[in-house]
């Protein structure tokens, strides 16, 4: 197994008549992903590399039995293709675009949660699981197929630990990027959750950043509801309150949200925090040798 | 984007949220010419995107057209713990009966809008939760619709507003949380929430955040400045489109991705070095763009070293180490460049690197190996 990605995945892209959405999207189709169908409005009866173009997401649920989207459009139109996602009855929406308003997405994270619908991100990699499917922009070739799951606020971060992970010998089981916006559709605890339930994962890696305090959240969530190993990274040590860290979501306000804080919450509950990616990866390698 | 003061009272006017009437000013003579247009007295207040100016002396009351010349003398070009003054306020003086707190803010926890009021205005909120947290009152807002007359007028009564304002208060914080809504803020903090001596709720100051995200649909907003806070490198990387964030130690940081370039600064702090800044080189990273990073990192008097930590996913380091190349052709780079490749294409990358022979280029095979060479080059060039 894995999570929200693998054989059953029946891909429509948003965006794949767009630069960046055709490139990407037939990259993932590259690596095995059952791509069934772009979308792009007033673009509807043409073909990307012959996968059919409709007009909404709608026909793509009801014409080629689209379960997941892949968001690519550019960010002002963004949270609406994710909201007409939702509306189509997709069961996953997973969101690149980056540079979504915060105040948009607020009201897309209620509407995906009334609806039952998972998003990940958005401003995320997406999600990999090797071997089987990969939805986003994630470079697969640094990621064998394994038990351990990752799940990560930064894109590079994750492939600078997954390559480390396969050099060392070890795959994954899926991928997560979760993103760095700071309201995003699936927070640690969420992807936790599945991770504990997926029984092919056997060690999680989870990679946070500043900011907010879904690491501390999901710190307490491990300590009572994860029994697999869990090994975390931190980014932003060197980082000043007040200032913007790329993602959006990177910015330190009052006491709240320090890589310090973070750490300590993680490791009160048991949770091992390498200081560098490397030390990090060599954790994992060492839970993992260990059970 | 933080708001100045005058800026997010602007912003209030625009939405019917009561402010002192006022004006804005950049020489003394304008700063004079508001004041005998608003009339006596008035407050001459320093604009700059920090807290307590009254106290480093940024704010003065001006009894009269001398005492409004003087203050607006003192007060324009003043530092302000770091930022100095390019712009004034000057604002009608109240009279204060009552000082609350009110508040908008982006919970991003809960994943709603937080409405916050205290009676306990004028102080900081964390101190108002360390000497007084029932004074306090905190209500979320429903997520899908406004925040309600009847519900503002709960928090006001929960917070003990004198009765003969709540309503007023109520339509005040119901007013702020649509503005929050209607133009993207992420904060909107009203500190103090004054009450006069007529019994008017005015805000007497204001706090804003707008989502960068969001300043497309408010190109009005997309044009405000603050030379205050304006760094010479922060202001050269706007420009470029880049992602910089001025640190003020002496080495230069390179990175693709925020996480990772966020990791390198801390690595390299471990390796007891200080990062001049954060620079995120983005997903791209073509040669135009790593040319552009340079050249804002080497603007940098403080820089001594500079280290590129890239591990290519999409971007390739076959184009990264041309890029380098050219931008050592394009600028002058005198101070030592350290350059870790991994990932994509690496090895096609440092082969290019190896050809090019570059004078004061190191290659390092990993994150810390690399950072271990920065800070002794760094060392060395000071």
């Given at each position: 197994m894995s999570i929200i990605v693998d054989g059953q995945t029946k891909l429509v892209v948003s965006g794949l008549t767009g630069r960046e959405g055709s490139f990407h999207g037939l990259r993932n189709r590259a690596y095995?992903?059952?791509?069934v169908a772009g979308v792009t409005p007033g673009k509807g009866g043409q073909d990307v590399e012959g996968v059919p173009v409709f007009d909404a997401i709608r026909e793509a649920v009801a014409e080629r039995d689209a379960n997941t989207s892949m968001i690519f459009v550019p960010a002002r139109f963004a949270a609406a293709a994710i909201e007409e996602a939702i509306e189509a009855g997709v069961e996953t929406v997973i969101a690149i675009t980056e540079g979504i308003p915060v105040l948009d997405m607020l009201r897309v994270y209620w509407r995906a949660q009334e609806a039952g619908v998972r998003l990940i991100g958005p401003n995320c990699p997406g999600v990999l699981s090797p071997g089987k499917a990969n939805v986003g922009i994630?470079?697969?070739?640094f990621f064998d197929s394994g038990s351990i799951g990752v799940v990560s606020k930064s894109g590079t971060l994750t492939y600078q630990i997954g390559n480390e992970l396969k050099q060392a010998g070890m795959g994954n089981s899926s991928i997560v990027g979760?993103?760095?916006?700071?309201?995003?559709?699936?927070d640690f605890i969420d992807v936790l959750a599945m991770f504990e339930a997926?029984?092919?994962?056997e060690g999680i890696v989870m990679v946070g950043e500043i900011g907010g305090d879904a690491e501390e959240r999901a710190a307490d969530f491990i300590a009572e509801s994860v029994s697999k190993p869990v090994v975390a990274y931190i980014a932003g040590f060197t980082a000043p309150p007040g200032?913007?860290?790329?993602?959006?979501?990177?910015i330190i306000s009052g006491s709240e949200g320090t890589a310090e804080a973070k750490k300590q919450a993680l490791e009160a509950r048991g949770v091992r925090v390498g200081r560098s990616p490397t030390e990090t990866a060599q954790l994992a390698v060492g839970a993992m040798r260990a059970l | 984007m933080d708001l100045l003061e005058y800026q997010g009272k602007g912003l209030f006017a625009a939405h019917d949220v009561p402010v002192p009437d006022g004006r804005h000013a950049t020489t003394v003579d304008d700063a004079v010419a508001a004041a005998n247009e608003i009339g006596y007295p008035c407050v001459v207040k320093a604009q700059v995107a920090i807290g307590k100016r009254g106290k480093a002396g940024g704010i003065k009351v001006a009894k009269d057209e001398a005492e409004a010349r003087a203050h607006a003398e003192a007060i324009l070009g003043m530092d302000i713990r770091g930022f100095q003054v390019h712009d004034l306020w000057i604002e009608t003086a109240s009279e204060i009966a009552a000082e609350y707190y009110a508040s908008i803010v982006l919970d991003r926890s809960e994943k709603k809008l937080l409405a916050m009021l205290s009676r306990m205005g004028g102080m900081d909120v964390e101190e108002v939760v360390e000497t007084d947290p029932e004074a306090l009152v905190r209500r979320h807002v429903a997520p899908g619709r406004d925040l309600t007359v009847d519900e503002a007028r709960e928090i006001a009564i929960d917070a003990g507003i004198d009765e003969d304002v709540t309503d007023q208060v109520a339509e005040l914080l119901v007013k702020l949380a649509q503005v929050a809504v209607v133009e993207d803020a992420t904060l909107l903090e009203v500190n103090p929430l004054i009450v006069t001596g007529d019994r008017r709720v005015v805000a007497l100051d204001s706090k804003a955040t707008i989502d960068n995200n969001a300043l497309f649909r408010h190109p009005e907003l997309a044009e405000l400045t603050d030379r205050s806070s304006e760094d010479p490198q922060e202001a050269m990387a706007k420009q470029r489109g880049l992602t910089y964030v001025k640190l003020g130690g002496e080495i230069g940081i390179l990175g693709n991705g925020a996480g990772l370039c966020m990791s390198t600064l801390d690595v390299v702090a471990q390796a007891g070095g200080r990062p001049a800044n954060f620079l995120d080189a983005g997903g791209g990273s073509k040669a135009d763009a790593i040319v552009a990073a340079l050249e804002v990192i080497t603007?940098?008097?403080?820089?001594?070293a500079i280290l590129f930590n890239i591990f290519g996913g999409i971007t390739r380091c076959d184009e990264i180490a041309n890029g380098i190349i050219e931008a050592s052709e394009r600028i002058d780079i005198d101070v030592p460049l350290v350059v870790r490749l991994d990932g994509t294409n690496s090895e096609e990358g440092l082969g290019i690197l190896a050809e090019a022979e570059l004078g004061n280029l190191h290659v390092e095979q990993t994150m810390l190996g690399a950072a271990e060479t920065v800070v002794g080059l760094a060392g060395e060039g000071r």
């Open positions: 095995g992903t059952d791509l994630i470079p697969a070739q979760i993103g760095g916006d700071p309201i995003v559709g699936s997926d029984e092919e994962t200032k913007q860290m790329g993602h959006a979501g990177a | 603007s940098d008097p403080n820089v001594t």
